[in-house]
């Protein structure tokens, strides 16, 4: 099973450290960048093609510091934002994250 057919809690639940390989691990501290991505139109669904960076720093039980990034798709098609980051450290683990509408065109012309 790959990460685009896992859940968001499963693909949390396989992070390792990627250094040394333990789950177990906190988190603390989130950076997100803000650019204003909108939602597009196509054939009649809005597509959420959001490709901000949005990184958390984490702790092993051993003392190694790594990040979680997560990487946006779009549920509706095959867009995949950015496999890397400007913010991104040596050590990261990068999750897939879906931002998918499906939902039909209201507007009219």
Not at 32 to 39: K, P, S, W
Not at 62 to 67: I, P, R, S
């Amino acid at each position: 099973m790959d990460q685009k057919t896992r859940s968001p809690r499963e693909n949390e639940a396989a992070i390792k450290c990627p250094l040394c390989g333990s789950t177990e691990f906190r988190v603390g501290g989130m950076f997100e960048t803000l650019v204003g991505y909108g939602d597009t139109l196509i054939d009649g669904l809005y597509h959420r093609h959001d490709d901000n960076c949005r990184k958390a720093g984490a702790w092993c039980e051993n003392g190694h510091e790594f990040a979680i990034r997560y990487q946006n798709f779009c549920n509706l098609c095959d867009w995949v934002g950015k496999t890397k980051c400007f913010c991104d450290p040596e050590n990261i683990v990068v999750l897939l994250k879906g931002y998918g509408h499906g939902t039909e065109s209201k507007r009219t012309k």
